[in-house]
């Protein structure tokens, strides 16, 4: 435990390269960094939570299989994401959708994503009824939308990393979060945080980093 203490001021990258040096133990270091967003993922699909936790491992077990394989021309966040989006892809056997032509004005790219702003400290935001509304609220959207609102605004990627993701044009990207902003701008375009919305809270996430960390442990370094 005490070399993921002293590593966890570590970039990603410098994690990485410690893993592929034979220090498997550090991999629980991105599973926790990433829980939320592959938990933000696979909910905006519209999975529950079992089988989000399920994609979640599936996802972090194929990445640290193909560790060897990460380019650092991408961020690791960026490269999970497409693993966690080809996973849920699989799940519900999805086809491509078409490009859209984009019809409202480009969202403006340095705007803060709105629940990553402050929350106001005369609200008080943290309960579930509160959760449940917002989260029933995204759940109204089209699959197409939610997702890409759910990259964007909530796992806080920008346009070139969301199109990266989901193999959409940057056009596609603003177009629909463009579309789902105006759809929930009612609902949700308040001082909220993120983690508010599909939380996956500490107890789940010590158990995703033990049920992944005994499937690696039982395998070997098989990113060696």
Not at 158 to 171: C, F, G, R, Y
Request: hydrophobic residues 35%; charged residues 25%; glycine residues 4%.
């Amino acid at each position: 435990m005490n070399s993921i203490k002293t590593s966890e001021h570590f970039t990603d990258r410098e994690v990485i390269q410690k893993i592929l040096s034979g220090e498997s133990r550090l991999y629980e270091l991105l599973i926790r960094r990433n829980n939320p967003y592959l938990y933000r993922i696979g909910r905006s699909y519209g999975y529950n939570h079992q089988d989000v936790e399920d994609l979640m491992q599936e996802t972090y077990i194929s990445a640290y299989k193909n560790l060897p394989g990460f380019k650092n021309g991408s961020a690791f966040k960026t490269w999970l994401t497409r693993i966690m989006l080809n996973q849920c892809f699989q799940k519900k056997q999805k086809f491509s959708y078409q490009k859209e032509v984009l019809t409202e004005n480009n969202p403006d790219e340095k705007k803060q994503p709105m629940f990553q702003q402050p929350t106001h400290t005369g609200k008080t935001v943290l309960n579930k009824e509160l959760g449940h509304i917002l989260e029933n609220a995204l759940n109204e959207l089209p699959e197409e939308y939610r997702l890409v609102f759910t990259l964007r605004e909530l796992n806080g990627l920008n346009v070139a990393e969301t199109a990266e993701a989901t193999d959409l044009s940057e056009t596609n990207i603003k177009a629909r979060l463009s579309r789902a902003k105006g759809m929930l701008r009612k609902e949700i375009e308040k001082m909220y945080s993120a983690e508010d919305i599909y939380e996956f809270n500490l107890v789940y996430c010590d158990k995703m980093v033990d049920n992944v960390m005994s499937v690696i442990n039982n395998e070997g370094n098989v990113a060696g």
